[in-house]
């Protein structure tokens, strides 16, 4: 099945930096890869996401990368700020049937530094 | 509000008396999912369904069941509860059957069996 690997576990910058955080997937049949954010004390709330059929998409300060050849993917947060301190996740599917269920990552927890 | 509601937060129980965490979305959504989340292991599916009285194995289902018997409500019932169920449970939906197109997740219940 798939197993999604996800890298750093902890990530800590200075408010206005850029913050990475990198995901790789076993199955080259995944399709979709939405990333996650969980805020203390709730539930995790999807903040972009990504098909194969692109290699990037862009939301304000967050953009995700896909590169389908090497199975890796990548969320971008450019001018961090200290609300973007959170837990986030990232995740693979493969559309349709049983095998479009999520597959998480571990988490990256991101501190921000004002 | 689109939402997903899980009750209870947060609960405290003995080792073998039987609990049910409710879990209900008012989206209309046909797909409905249990996670739990530990520390270091991130987020790992127990239970799904994609559409009433349809329902399957996650990755973790041992000690647990649920039930679909509409749409909207997805209970997760622990028959025997062990300390080792002390966790950080989440349910989750998706519209179309699938997970990929993105889950909404409840709250959380934090379950502490002793």
């Known amino acids: 099945g798939e197993n999604v690997e996800q890298h750093p576990s902890t990530l800590s910058v200075q408010e206005g930096d850029s913050a990475v955080i990198k995901c790789t997937y076993s199955?080259?049949?995944?399709?979709?890869f939405p990333w996650y954010k969980q805020e203390l004390g709730k539930g995790p709330q999807l903040i972009i996401d990504?098909?194969?059929?692109?290699g990037e998409k862009k939301d304000q300060r967050i953009a995700v990368t896909l590169n389908k050849t090497a199975k890796h993917f990548s969320l971008h947060i450019t001018e961090t700020q200290p609300e973007d301190s959170a837990v986030y996740f990232c995740a693979a599917s493969i559309d349709g049937g049983s095998q479009g269920n999520l597959i998480f990552g571990k988490g990256t927890k991101l501190s921000v530094k004002p | 509000e689109a939402q997903v509601t899980q009750n209870p937060r947060y609960l405290i129980t003995v080792t073998g008396k039987k609990l049910t965490v409710t879990c209900s979305q008012n989206m209309n959504h046909e797909y409905m999912s249990w996670y739990r989340q530990d520390p270091g292991l991130g987020l790992r599916q127990i239970y799904y369904?994609?559409?009433?009285?349809?329902?399957d194995k996650g990755d973790v289902p041992e000690g647990y069941k649920v039930s679909r018997k509409e749409k909207r409500n997805f209970p997760l019932i622990l028959e025997s509860p062990s300390p080792n169920q002390t966790s950080l449970y989440f349910c989750?939906?998706?519209?179309?059957?699938?997970?990929?197109?993105?889950?909404?997740f409840g709250s959380g219940t934090r379950l502490t069996v002793v």
């Open positions: 199955d080259s049949a995944s399709n979709y």
């Open positions: 369904s994609m559409n009433v009285e349809v329902t």
């Open positions: 989750a939906s998706s519209p179309r059957g699938r997970a990929n197109y993105g889950y909404t």
């Open positions: 990504i098909r194969s059929n692109v």
